[in-house]
């Protein structure tokens, strides 16, 4: 079976510390790190030398750009004409309250006064109607004075006999005309 480890790397002491350094730090042999390393910059075609990483600044700046711009484009397409929207929504439904509330205070007001004319005109239907009862009381206690004053009458006129003068008679009449007069 043929070495595969045929090629060696000769490098000084102190990059030796550093690289057993980070070899212990990852827990994996010189051998692996070196591999690792070799792959790595490889497939990121990122060169060594530059320590600031100028390709990861270009590629985070790049996807940063990106978002921006797919935020910019969210905010023509979406936002702002949905704000636009909600903005004219906002004024309609201002000016709908407010013409509500104008016609409901006109129509409280109409009916507020209405109910006012409708409570006098019951006032004076209610004083009308005290008047009209007091007058019924008043026919029927005329009406029972009446009836006394008529039984009276008739009661003096049958207890005269044949006999009673006609003055007797005559004063009986003025008598029951002068309370018929005092109704």
């Known amino acids: 079976m043929e ?27 010189k051998r692996q790190v070196f591999i690792q390393m070799v792959d790595y910059f490889y497939k990121s075609k990122k060169d060594p030398i530059d320590l600031n990483d100028e390709l990861l600044k270009n590629a985070l700046i790049k ?6 711009g797919f935020i910019k484009s969210q905010e023509n397409m979406l936002l702002i004409p949905i704000k636009t929207e909600m903005d004219r929504v906002s004024v309609s439904q201002g000016k709908i309250i407010e013409r509500f509330n104008t016609q409901i205070i006109k129509a409280n007001t109409d009916l507020l006064n209405n109910q006012n004319i409708h409570d006098q005109k019951l006032t004076a239907i209610g004083v ?4 009209v009862q007091k007058a019924l009381k008043s026919k029927e206690a005329l009406k029972s004075q009446f009836l006394y004053i008529l ?26 005309k002068a309370q018929i007069g005092l109704l």
């Open 128 to 131: 009308n109607m005290e008047a």
């Open 63 to 68: 996807n940063h750009q990106q978002y921006i």
């Open 3 to 29: 070495d595969i480890n045929v090629r060696s790397v000769r490098y000084p002491i102190l990059v030796d510390q550093k690289f057993e350094k980070i070899a212990v730090k990852l827990g994996r042999t």
């Open 151 to 176: 039984d009276s009458y008739i009661k003096s006129r049958d207890a005269f006999g044949m006999m009673t003068s006609a003055r007797d008679k005559e004063e009986l009449i003025t008598a029951t």
